[in-house]
């Protein structure tokens, strides 16, 4: 069975910066592509950031720039870090993964304040 969990959501102040963090188990996120995914509130549910098995990265141009997505194989965890974060990053931010994009965590609560 499948489970990804993310942490990390939490209130902070434009310009700040949070790391989420995905842990997968079921799934080894070395063999698999991952990505991170938003939903402000009130709008459609958007891909922010991919990395592929290899370590390939891709990003939405809302956050290039700002954010990174990297892996660590041993803990089988992927993570977002987020910088100079704005207004308009805030949403719920899902995690998934797997090579037709099943798997999706709960998500995580991100709120900037401006």
């Known amino acids: 069975q499948v489970q990804l969990v993310e942490s990390g959501g939490d209130f902070v102040q434009a310009g700040g910066s949070l790391r989420l963090s995905c842990a997968a188990s079921?799934?080894?996120?070395?063999?698999?592509?991952a990505r991170w995914y938003r939903e402000p509130p009130g709008k459609q549910r958007e891909e922010v950031a991919s990395?592929?098995?290899?370590?390939?990265?891709n990003y939405a141009d809302s956050v290039k720039g700002r954010f990174t997505i990297s892996r660590d194989n041993a803990k089988n965890t992927i993570y977002l870090q987020m910088n100079s974060l704005k207004a308009e990053d805030t949403a719920v931010y899902y995690c998934?993964?797997?090579?037709?994009?099943?798997?999706w965590g709960q998500g995580t609560q991100v709120t900037v304040s401006s």
């Open positions: 990395v592929t098995s290899t370590g390939r990265t």
């Open positions: 998934n993964a797997g090579w037709a994009a099943t798997y």
């Open positions: 079921g799934i080894s996120f070395s063999l698999n592509p």
